[in-house]
């Protein structure tokens, strides 16, 4: 008699459990199939008997039981054990013999079990509903038709074989883990990318786009020079162990793929540390506190040189006449020593060792932000020392710089070239003014003073300084902007006759620069933010 419903059995490898009962009746040891699947794979792996395991036979048959495994299925495994009765009929009734109620019933169970077994197998197999009227539905293809074609449906619902796509690729490894995803944050963490890219690049004129100031080259003895802290490009600083270290040129000609410009660095002094900072303001560097962000660039080189990058931060907030952030540069493989308020946002840099004439992509990834960081900001840097580096005459090439939120640096596109130059203008903006006038006037409502005047063309950055390079200059008025500071001359550049004027105005407000001069030179006027 049978009075127990069959499935296939399923069990959890731990690594020491060796017998798994078996709960429905079979009749001997060989009327068994065990399988161990992996759970990562899917691999289903026959088991042999008296090899990998062994199993009682009931007693009386038909009985449950136990299998037993030689060595403990694993953690991650899956232990299935199935039923597979032959499907033979053994009972042989004798003409004349006594009637034998148990081999009658033996032959009854083998019956049962049998169709248990069936019913199991159409458990497993896809079927039509039976809703469908039996008309419906059709034969498969022919073995010859469906061979190497896909398995389909025609608009009747009838089963037929579809050629393959034109087009279908295989999915790579990568490919089937990302589609298996089990959602969108496990996906962003197989691509190694956070989960909000609305900041995009943070970084302003990272592809050199806007230059003002031409594309140089800027030297010792050009108007724009190369000196430590010159800022020569709207938002990058140029900062080196002294003055004359590097000429700095944008060009054209070599550049990475897909890329219009690149800065050229032509070494002039050798054995010296030179590179390239820019920051992030306030306003936005606050939100990125906890953040993981990510530093990618090319880098190209004439000779070999290992070259540095890091992630910055500044508790010191906007608006500071920092002039360098460098305290100490160091010797050979050490980072500099940042000045006061700014620190590394890893405990060290990341080097880079570039091949001669090769673009690099270069990567700083996955920096976590400090919770006291309110300007943030990167810095890169050629290292010294090495053999045959920062010689003169040895050139390195960077482009495309990008700080973006997420685990892996990822290489921005270039943001449209009016929107890049708008970003530019609210911290830096160059005017070539008329020459021929008496003084230079920088009015807040534009309704004092003489001569030609320039108006911001964006709201400009909360504080900043201006310049006047090439001229003689007198302050005469300055009507409604809150002066800090005014000073004739600066020293280190008192050969162009420069006057600095630093102002505050209130965030966001737009004003007019009225400048006048003496003689008949040419004069520039531009402010920047340190």
Known sequence: MITTAYAPLQYAGNGSTKDF????????????VVTLRDDTTGTDTLQAISTDYTATTPSPAPGTGTVTFVAAPASGETVVIERAVPLTQQIDYVEDDAFSAASHEEALDRACLHAQERKSDVDHTPKFPASDPAASIGDLPSSVVRAGKYLGFDTDGEPVAFDAPADTTALSTFGASLGLSADAAAARTLLEVGDD?????????????????????FTAVSVWKNWDCAYLFPKWKLVSDGSDIVDVQRQTSVVPTNRTHAVLFDV?????KYGFVQLVEERIGQYMRGESLSLGFWARTTA?????????????GDGLDLADIVSAWGGQGTDPTLAGGYSYEDSSATSFALSADTWTWCEVKDVTISGTAKMIGVFFWADV?????????DCLYVSAFSLTKGMVAVEADPRPTAIEVAMCHRFHQHYAIGTGESRIFFVWSGTNGTGSSQTFSVPFFLKGKLRTYNAVVSIAAITEWTVSNISNLDASNAGDNVVVIEFDVAASSFGTIVPDTTGDPYLDVYADIW
């Open 21 to 32: 009962s078996v709960t429905w009746p079979y009749f001997a040891d060989t009327d068994l």
């Open 197 to 217: 890219d609305s900041y995009g690049n943070l970084l302003i004129n990272g592809d050199f786009a806007y230059a003002p100031k031409g594309n140089g080259p």
């Open 268 to 272: 002039e002094t050798a054995e010296k």
């Open 304 to 316: 070999a040189v290992t070259i540095k990058a890091a992630v910055i931060s500044s508790t010191n």
């Open 385 to 393: 020392g090495n053999v045959g580096s920062n010689n003169v005459g």
